[in-house]
T-cell receptor, first 113, second 113 residues
Framework: DVKVTQSSRYLVKRTGEKVFLECVQD?????MFWYRQDPGLGLRLIYF???????EKGDIPEGYSVSREKKERFSLILESASTNQTSMYLC????????????FGPGTRLTVL | RKEVEQDPGPFNVPEGATVAFNCTYS??????FFWYRQDCRKEPKLLMS???SGNEDGRFTAQLNRASQYISLLIRDSKLSDSATYLC??????????????FGKGTKLSVIP
């Protein structure tokens, strides 16, 4: 059974804190993605990576950075959390070839106070 | 113009009804098309791909009209378990052998006993 896991289901941080969200997939997928999902705005792509140490900006990269040191792991970093980064964060992975079906993790609900 | 547009609903239908969702996309270079399903407080999961010739999976039928840049999903004999948000997804080649998915905001379906 394919699996994408995220380090936390719920996280509460204070404004200005550095936040790390971790994502691990066990499917040997080349591509990994970070999205945020907000009511009325849908899923928006923050960053994606198509290989180790490679990263590409998505639609809303401001205020975020990412790290992909190993194929199975993709980290999202909020250098200085702000209240407008309160959201549901979803990680996904997919193969480079073929259907490109994305498999999602369960999500991390981040609240920034 | 938004890249992928869907009627947000909610669609409230009785059990056994037939319901149809529509989706339009703006980029004519879009290459692949999908419907994802997202249950409340869960991650999105692939429901079905959408092929140019139209395709069916049990009670679900998906159709694509490239000329009109339009995708549809038909659900026959609705079940209570079909209650979810249905996301229309299109893909675009983003270079380096990778594809980006663009998600619609979703259409919420509630099937009522």
């Amino acid at each position: 059974d394919v699996k994408v896991t995220q380090s936390s289901r719920y996280l509460v941080k204070r404004t200005g804190e550095k936040v790390f969200l971790e994502c691990v997939q066990d499917m040997d997928h080349e591509n990994m993605f970070w999205y945020r999902q907000d009511p009325g705005l849908g899923l928006r792509l923050i960053y994606f990576s198509y290989d180790v140490k490679m990263k590409e900006k998505g639609d809303i990269p401001e205020g975020y950075s990412v790290s992909r040191e190993k194929k199975e792991r993709f980290s999202l970093i909020l250098e200085s959390a702000s209240t407008n980064q309160t959201s549901m964060y979803l990680c996904a992975s997919s193969r480079r070839e073929g259907l490109n079906e994305q498999f999602f993790g369960p999500g991390t609900r981040l609240t920034v106070l | 113009r938004k890249e992928v547009e869907q009627d947000p609903g909610p669609f409230n239908v009785p059990e056994g009804a037939t319901v149809a969702f529509n989706c339009t996309y703006s980029n004519s270079a879009s290459q692949s098309f999908f419907w994802y399903r997202q249950d409340c407080r869960k991650e999105p999961k692939l429901l079905m791909s959408v092929y140019s010739s139209g395709n069916e999976d049990g009670r679900f039928t998906a159709q694509l009209n490239r000329a009109s840049q339009y995708i549809s999903l038909l659900i026959r004999d609705s079940k209570l378990s079909d209650s979810a948000t249905y996301l229309c997804v299109v893909t675009l080649y983003s270079g380096a052998g990778s594809y980006q998915l663009t998600f619609g905001k979703g259409t919420k379906l509630s099937v009522i006993p």
